[in-house]
């Protein structure tokens, strides 16, 4: 069983459409994140939370919202979809009740999305 | 902006050959870390390097640290197919809040 997973694995939109990820983890872990990789870009942060009360913004977070609806589930929105959004999206997470590896993440499967 | 950057971008080898992929970063660190993705997959954490640390191993990886160049390498010794993948490292910045920024990356292409 997948510890996170990321629904849905791939999605085709229009541009100015709303669009939400969604991000469950069963492995107990308060942090989440979530990031966009471009091809020849790496990964790059839009938001992160370390509790369910805490959320902050990343480095690339205009014309993306997130909500953390529950320690388990952390969800990424597009109000209006535009192309320069088409991406992978990851969510990650880390445990921060180990301190020797707080910064080790782990990662969904990705979203795929093409805004069109 | 990214604080690490892997060199070379991409590296193609014979299986059973070493292959090496370096990453420089340009402020000081608690840690660093190397990841692999499977094409179009989630990444996976393959080892982290504490500053104070300077060279750990697992299986057939070795990581090397060099704080005062400000660089680590990743060596895959004898090499598989299924080696192929993207490698990252990701840096904790000091004084930053624990979570890494990642480099573009080293396609690592292993021909069989």
């Known amino acids: 069983d997948a510890d996170v997973t990321q629904t849905p694995r791939n999605r085709i939109t229009k541009t100015g459409k709303r669009i939400m990820l969604e991000c469950s983890q069963t492995?107990?872990?308060?942090?989440m994140y979530w990031y966009r990789q471009d091809p020849g870009l790496g990964l790059r942060l839009i938001y992160y939370s370390f509790d369910v009360k805490d959320i902050n913004k990343g480095e690339i977070s205009d014309g993306y919202s997130v909500s953390r609806q529950a320690q388990a589930k952390f969800s990424l929105s597009l109000e209006s979809a535009i192309p320069n959004q088409t991406a992978l999206y990851f969510c990650?997470?880390?445990?921060?009740?180990?301190?020797?590896?707080?910064?080790?993440?782990?990662f969904g499967p990705g979203t795929r999305l093409t805004v069109l | 902006s990214q604080q690490g950057e892997e060199d070379p971008q991409a590296l193609s080898i014979q299986e059973g050959e070493n292959a090496t992929m370096n990453c420089s970063y340009k402020t000081s660190i608690n840690n660093l870390q190397w990841y692999r993705q499977n094409s179009g997959r989630g990444l996976v954490h393959l080892i982290l390097?504490?500053?104070?640390?300077r060279e750990k191993h697992s299986g057939r990886l070795r990581v090397t640290l060099d704080t005062s160049k400000k660089s680590s390498s990743l060596l895959i010794t004898a090499s598989r197919a299924a080696d192929t993948a993207s490698y990252f490292c990701?840096?904790?910045?000091?004084?930053?809040?624990?979570?890494?920024?990642f480099g573009r990356g080293t396609s690592l292409i292993v021909h069989p």
């Open positions: 390097i504490r500053s104070n640390e």
């Open positions: 990701a840096t904790d910045a000091t004084g930053g809040s624990y979570i890494p920024t």
């Open positions: 990650a997470t880390s445990d921060n009740a180990v301190p020797s590896r707080v910064n080790e993440q782990f």
């Open positions: 492995k107990g872990h308060d942090r």
